[in-house]
């Protein structure tokens, strides 16, 4: 199983020269799995350049897996060149709701005034699912989704192939009103999912000085994901979601930050756009 990022940045997309290092599109993560599936992670805009990518390989099925529906996750799907491809199975997963169904709440951002196409004419063949709360296969992999501590539904996800598993929680508060050291992993959002990952992809966004000015928003500091990924033995570390004020000085700074706390045995690195990882 390997993953492609094609988009690491949160809130909203940030071209420039100053991120061009770490880049500018917002979440997007590919996965290719050993059966040849292909997985999507999130629809921010790094799936726009994904699709341009995948349009000149022998792919008709693609599953797109939505954390949420915030629109720095979900702003590249109408540009995602599949979903205009007649031949093109896309199978759309995202969380559930007791009020609309997926393919409603999709509509409210593919339909005027807000996207000239509407969902009902998208050429491809375009199905939905509720994120699954008990593993599903897919290909080789087994999925599993879970809710998460962030503003409004937002689940997170597991992919394991054999023995080596991936975990995405890119909007992710798990220490919102508690001290995550005292607390046992049962009682901590996201650590099901994460627990003796291989690799995890977990929300970075503030520096631990920023953090107590945004309590709530839905985002981790450095030291709350290095404290989980303690907690839950991951066994890599990638931090993600990068607040679009941080440019490339600034992550290589959270980055040091984040590798003294880990300690020099650990494996800690801050996503980047074109980051290939083998898992």
């Known amino acids: 199983m390997k993953a492609r990022i094609w ?6 997309a940030t071209p420039g020269p100053e991120n061009v290092q ?5 979440s997007c993560v590919e996965v290719r799995t050993d059966s040849g599936d292909v997985i999507v992670l999130d629809a921010g805009t790094g799936l726009r350049p994904f699709g341009v990518d995948l349009q000149h390989q022998d792919v008709d099925e693609v599953h797109l897996l939505l954390s949420h529906l915030h629109l720095d996750h979900l702003q590249g799907l109408g540009f995602f060149r599949a979903l205009f ?3 093109m199975t896309v199978h759309i997963w995202g969380p559930p709701s007791p009020v609309q169904s997926l393919r409603d709440r999709i509509a409210l951002y593919l339909s005027p005034p807000l996207f000239p196409v509407r969902l009902a004419d998208i050429p491809a063949n375009v199905v939905f699912h509720d994120a ?3 593993a599903v296969t897919i290909g080789s992999v087994q999925v599993v989704a879970s809710a998460v501590t962030h503003q409004g539904p937002t689940v997170g996800y597991r992919i394991t192939e054999a023995d080596r598993s991936l975990t995405y929680l890119p909007d992710h508060e798990p220490s919102l009103g508690v001290d995550l050291t005292d607390l ?4 901590i959002s996201g650590y099901e999912l994460a627990a003796d990952t291989d690799v995890l992809l977990h929300d970075a966004q503030y ?6 000015a945004h ?4 985002h981790s500091a450095i030291a709350h994901v290095v404290e989980f990924a303690r907690k839950a033995d991951v066994d890599r570390l990638v931090l993600f979601h990068h607040d679009p004020y941080h440019d490339d000085d600034a992550l290589d700074g959270l980055l040091v930050e ?12 801050m996503a980047a756009e074109g980051m290939e990882i083998e898992i």
């Open 184 to 187: 046992d992993g049962e009682w």
């Open 215 to 218: 309590v709530g928003w839905g």
């Open 132 to 134: 699954p709360d008990t």
């Open 7 to 12: 988009g690491c940045r949160g809130s909203c």
């Open 22 to 26: 770490y880049g500018g599109n917002t």
């Open 85 to 87: 491809d007649e031949q």
């Open 207 to 212: 520096g631990d000085g920023e953090y107590p």
């Open 258 to 269: 984040a590798q003294q706390l880990m300690g020099a045995d650990a494996s800690v690195s």
